[in-house]
């Protein structure tokens, strides 16, 4: 994907002068965040209310490799 033209590529040219303030970082950090969606958010609700039960059983052990 890129610019077809000379008008489209001086345009692009142009938003490398474009300058951000820490705020519009914050702002695109949280609208272009990804949700995890199910079990992940399931799982951090639980944890977050404290009723994830034991938490022994989401520790997977160590396969030894022979």
Known sequence: MGPRTIGHLESYLGALDLALDPSHYRLLDEV?????????????????AGTDGDRSLLNTPAIPVA
């Open 32 to 48: 272009s965040t990804i949700r995890l969606g199910t079990p992940h958010e399931d799982v951090a609700a639980a944890l977050a």
